[in-house]
């Protein structure tokens, strides 16, 4: 009995122990869960930075990121009170937003209190950090501030590991934190940088492990345990750039099924230096300073929720921004959307689907308004093809669909010719892809041959010397721009010969899966039924040079490429005879006649480019070329002089010589802004076309072909709700958020950028937190924003319940409409209602 209370006793503080080190793994967890993944540059998608708080409603979300990491999240005030005086907000938006508010809020707030507090001063409350209290030279007269040069030390290791491009490669081996901690050792710099010459003899208390140095940290720290996991998102704040990446990674591995470690890692990294400097600075000042932090965050609830009651004000003045926009939406969806009718179906000569990306509207408006035979549809930007594609002779591996889903099928490339439906061919064709395959293999030696020689230091200032006039031809491109058209990368080093016959093809897929697929894509584009004699697949891409964030303006639904490859794909598989009569067998007939060809809309230039049309049945090929000159040339010509003004360009230039400037602002080297991407998005319409015909939406609004009454079981509604739906959230928060604080939610100027490991990323000039988010010049032309900072509005045409069903099934969209990350509205007989708490209401704007 007493040996077996004295085991007792024994394992007693052991279970304590276990307990205190779960609690700070939760809360440690909870921390990292708050970071949003950023993607890598050649794979740039936008992104909600605050997605994982969507829990939150965004006021309170707008509070502690002020608070922890003073960070915006709502309009500035001064950008505010320029529109107010403007004329952008008026007193009837500003009317509007008050009623919109929840009662309680409203009550506390009057309209003249908003407009006085636009040209206040207030200051939100902030909670610091360890090394913001110990820091004796805040000012920083004699050296960077402690905060400043953490934040370098940390990025230029984290630059260093993640880097796999670099001919030098770390040990990773042990970890991110093991890295770290092995090169601080050894950096005898950093000290006399933060002015601690003898950092050196405390590091050996710096524990071996990630968990360890979480433990001790918090320990040490002493604060209450409520607001662990506050503080923790706070550090994670100071490098939310490499947090983002690291977030990145983690959501990766989570798609693939396996563990990462990153995010913690970089986690006790930063929590660690601030133990650090405790270290070296213990003294009677510290002492005081160090208890004056607990003492601060012992109040870290009532920080929170005065400045959560704080910014009352600034979420009245978002509503009223978003009512002014509203309003004219509200009022061209009534007052003409709603008259207009479909086209007769015997009309249709051409069907044109192309992805709901913004830019696509007002091409769609000009082709149909040229071609009354023309019916264009809206269709999420993938096609509907969850792929990964993988160029010929090459390992570079890259998904074609959202962030959101890991691809489940593989696509590879392959050399056919025209009759590659006969045996013959086929033979032909396996011959031609293996020598494809070896002309592209030795040019790929031959340039990274080329590419290593001018990466050595002692080749840095010789290269171009070395290379010759055939280098300097390069450089006389970006000081003469050319007029040439997009250059396709994916057929880089492959010979001119093989170019027009490189086909990318899905691989190990059989014909009854080929079908299956076939069927849900139509049926999801309403195409399953009256198809036309020609029907178009048309992604969309960019075109620009010297451009690190190039695939920001390519399709965000193909993981930032454009959309060729699944196109092609698509429409390769729709015309084969076997898909056609599975297709058939299952009730959905595609006429003899149909073809279904694959296109691009270049976004830079609005040029339509066909691939793969040597494939064609004379009667398409026919058609597509009739197309090209009586439809497509004066439809783009259109949308270019729509678009002149904003990029500084006459819109009244001869149709050749307005291409031609295009062309070049595309093929620029020094050029910022080749195009305004998605800047302006505001409104995602899910609809039939009819509802949006005609009218003039300005580049502003997604727009995605619904019918309600082909959707009996409102699975395609539920489709929408819960992929396109988000992925345009992520889009319309990234330009907000990097629109709101371009300082830390944007990634600054792109003339000052480089790029980070070759993808990862960019610094801002040599340092600093990896940047994240939109460049200045993607938002501003230099005198004023191009994006106005607006929560996307959702209109759909759907039944109350089926739009209910989905609501009621999904928890993050509930989130996102209960908590006023989106606004979501519906068609109504000739009315519109909003969402709001569960039910539904009139609009309440006064229609001018």
């Known amino acids: 009995?007493?040996?077996?209370?004295?085991?007792?006793?024994?394992?007693?503080p052991e279970s304590e122990?276990?307990?205190?080190?779960?609690?700070?793994?939760?809360?440690?967890?909870?921390?990292?869960?708050?970071?949003?993944?950023?993607?890598?540059?050649?794979?740039?998608?936008?992104?909600?930075?605050?997605?994982?708080?969507?829990?939150?409603?965004?006021?309170?979300?707008?509070?502690?990121?002020?608070?922890?990491?003073?960070?915006?999240?709502?309009?500035?005030?001064?950008y505010l009170a320029q529109a107010w005086e403007a004329g952008r907000i008026t007193p009837s938006d500003l009317a509007h937003a008050l009623v919109a508010l929840p009662a309680a809020s409203a009550a506390a707030l009057t309209a003249a209190q908003c407009i006085d507090a636009l040209h206040g001063t207030t200051r939100l409350p902030g909670l610091p950090l360890l090394i913001d209290v110990l820091d004796d030279d805040p000012a920083g007269h004699a050296r960077l501030s402690w905060r400043q040069a953490i934040t370098h030390q940390v990025s230029q290791t984290c630059a260093a590991y993640f880097d796999e491009q670099a001919d030098w490669?770390?040990?990773?081996?042990?970890?991110?934190?093991?890295?770290?901690?092995?090169?601080?050792?050894?950096?005898?710099?950093?000290?006399?940088?933060?002015?601690?010459?003898?950092?050196?003899?405390?590091?050996?208390?710096l524990p071996v492990t990630r968990e360890d140095a979480e433990r001790w940290v918090l320990q040490r720290l002493g604060l209450p345990e409520a607001v662990w996991a506050d503080y923790l998102e706070a550090i994670l704040l100071t490098v939310n750039g490499w947090a983002s990446w690291c977030a990145y990674l983690g959501w990766q591995a989570r798609l693939e099924g396996r563990p990462d470690s990153h995010l913690r890692d970089l986690l006790a990294i930063r929590l660690a230096w601030g133990?650090?400097?405790?270290?070296?600075?213990?003294?009677?000042?510290?002492?005081?300073?160090?208890?004056?932090?607990?003492?601060?965050?012992?109040?870290?609830?009532?920080?929170?929720?005065?400045?959560?009651?704080?910014?009352?004000?600034?979420?009245?003045?978002?509503?009223?921004?978003?009512?002014?926009?509203?309003?004219?939406?509200?009022?061209?969806?009534?007052?003409?959307?709603?008259?207009?009718?479909?086209?007769?179906a015997a009309a249709i000569e051409v069907q044109a689907a192309f992805c709901i990306d913004v830019r696509s509207e007002p091409l769609r408006r000009a082709l149909e308004a040229v071609s009354p035979t023309m019916q264009t549809i809206g269709f999420a930007g993938f096609f509907g093809l969850p792929v990964a594609y993988t160029p010929l002779a090459t390992a570079a591996r890259r998904p074609q669909l959202p962030g959101l889903l890991a691809p489940a099928l593989e696509v590879t490339d392959h050399i056919a010719t025209a009759g590659a439906d006969r045996d013959d061919a086929d033979l032909n064709a396996a011959d031609l892809t293996a020598a494809a395959r070896r002309a592209r293999l030795r040019r790929f030696a031959w340039s990274e041959q080329w590419r290593a020689a001018s990466r050595w230091p002692s080749a840095a200032f010789s290269f171009v010397e070395v290379a010759g006039a055939g280098y300097l031809g390069k450089l006389s491109n970006w000081l003469r721009p050319s007029a040439r058209a997009r250059v396709r990368d994916d057929l880089a080093g492959l010979p001119a010969r093989y170019r027009p016959?490189?086909?990318?093809?899905?691989?190990?897929?059989?014909?009854?899966?080929?079908?299956?697929?076939?069927?849900?894509?139509?049926?999801?584009?309403?195409?399953?039924?009256?198809?036309?004699?020609?029907?178009?697949?048309?992604?969309?891409?960019?075109?620009?040079?010297?451009?690190?964030?190039?695939?920001?303006?390519?399709?965000?639904?193909?993981?930032?490429?454009?959309?060729?490859?699944?196109?092609?794909?698509?429409?390769?598989?729709?015309?084969?005879?076997?898909?056609?009569?599975?297709?058939?067998?299952?009730?959905?007939?595609?006429?003899?006649q149909t073809v279904f060809v694959a296109a691009l809309h270049n976004t830079t230039t609005d040029e339509i480019e066909g691939f793969d049309l040597d494939l064609l049945p004379p009667d398409g090929r026919t058609r597509w070329l009739r197309l090209q000159e009586t439809v497509f040339a004066p439809a783009c010509d259109q949308v270019r002089?729509?678009?002149?003004?904003?990029?500084?360009?006459?819109?009244?230039?001869?149709?050749?010589?307005?291409?031609?400037?295009?062309?070049?602002?595309?093929?620029?080297?020094?050029?910022?802004?080749?195009?305004?991407?998605?800047?302006?998005?505001?409104?995602?319409?899910?609809?039939?076309?009819?509802?949006?015909?005609?009218?003039?939406?300005?580049?502003?609004?997604?727009?995605?072909?619904?019918?309600?009454?082909?959707?009996?079981?409102?699975?395609?509604?539920?489709?929408?709700?819960?992929?396109?739906?988000?992925?345009?959230?992520?889009?319309?928060?990234?330009?907000?958020?990097?629109?709101?604080?371009?300082?830390?939610?944007?990634?600054?100027?792109?003339?000052?950028?480089?790029?980070?490991?070759?993808?990862?990323?960019?610094?801002?000039?040599?340092?600093?937190?990896?940047?994240?988010?939109?460049?200045?010049?993607?938002?501003?032309?230099?005198?004023?924003?191009?994006?106005?900072?607006?929560?996307?509005?959702?209109?759909?045409?759907?039944?109350?319940?089926?739009?209910?069903?989905?609501?009621?099934?999904?928890?993050?969209?509930?989130?996102?409409?209960?908590?006023?990350?989106?606004?979501?509205?519906?068609?109504?007989?000739?009315?519109?209602?909003?969402?709001?708490?569960?039910?539904?209401?009139?609009?309440?704007?006064?229609?001018?």
């Open 1 to 12: 009995m007493n040996t077996m209370n004295l085991e007792f006793a024994a394992s007693a």
């Open 17 to 78: 122990e276990a307990s205190l080190h779960r609690r700070i793994e939760a809360a440690c967890e909870q921390a990292c869960q708050a970071i949003a993944p950023a993607w890598p540059l050649d794979r740039a998608i936008a992104v909600n930075p605050h997605w994982a708080r969507i829990g939150r409603p965004v006021r309170e979300v707008a509070a502690r990121m002020a608070v922890l990491g003073n960070i915006q999240v709502f309009p500035s005030r001064s």
């Open 169 to 205: 490669q770390p040990e990773r081996g042990e970890g991110l934190y093991a890295f770290w901690r092995e090169t601080l050792t050894h950096d005898h710099g950093i000290g006399v940088l933060m002015g601690l010459p003898d950092l050196e003899r405390w590091l050996d208390a």
């Open 275 to 344: 133990a650090i400097v405790l270290e070296c600075k213990d003294d009677v000042v510290t002492r005081q300073a160090f208890a004056a932090l607990q003492a601060k965050w012992m109040h870290a609830p009532v920080v929170l929720k005065q400045a959560e009651d704080m910014l009352l004000v600034d979420e009245v003045w978002q509503l009223a921004l978003e009512a002014g926009y509203q309003r004219e939406l509200a009022h061209k969806l009534v007052r003409d959307g709603l008259s207009a009718k479909p086209a007769p």
């Open 501 to 592: 016959l490189c086909r990318p093809t899905l691989a190990g897929l059989d014909t009854d899966a080929k079908v299956a697929l076939s069927a849900r894509v139509l049926h999801a584009m309403g195409l399953d039924h009256q198809l036309a004699p020609l029907v178009l697949l048309v992604g969309h891409g960019s075109q620009s040079a010297n451009n690190a964030h190039a695939a920001a303006l390519d399709c965000g639904a193909c993981c930032g490429q454009t959309g060729e490859v699944n196109t092609r794909v698509l429409a390769q598989m729709l015309n084969e005879p076997a898909v056609r009569a599975g297709l058939a067998a299952g009730g959905i007939t595609v006429p003899a």
């Open 641 to 848: 002089r729509e678009r002149a003004a904003r990029l500084g360009l006459d819109p009244r230039a001869g149709e050749e010589q307005l291409l031609t400037q295009l062309r070049r602002r595309a093929n620029d080297g020094a050029q910022t802004r080749p195009e305004w991407g998605l800047a302006g998005n505001a409104a995602f319409i899910i609809a039939p076309r009819h509802r949006s015909r005609g009218l003039v939406l300005d580049g502003r609004s997604f727009l995605h072909d619904y019918d309600a009454e082909n959707d009996a079981d409102g699975s395609v509604l539920e489709l929408l709700m819960t992929a396109p739906m988000l992925v345009t959230h992520w889009i319309n928060w990234q330009y907000h958020a990097s629109t709101c604080d371009p300082a830390r939610l944007g990634s600054g100027n792109k003339v000052l950028h480089n790029v980070v490991g070759g993808h990862i990323g960019v610094f801002e000039g040599n340092g600093g937190d990896l940047r994240i988010g939109l460049s200045r010049q993607s938002l501003h032309d230099g005198e004023r924003w191009a994006h106005e900072p607006l929560r996307l509005t959702v209109v759909i045409d759907a039944p109350r319940r089926s739009i209910e069903r989905v609501i009621a099934q999904h928890e993050v969209v509930r989130q996102l409409l209960d908590n006023g990350w989106l606004h979501l509205w519906r068609f109504d007989g000739a009315q519109l209602r909003r969402y709001v708490g569960g039910g539904w209401q009139a609009l309440g704007l006064e229609m001018r």
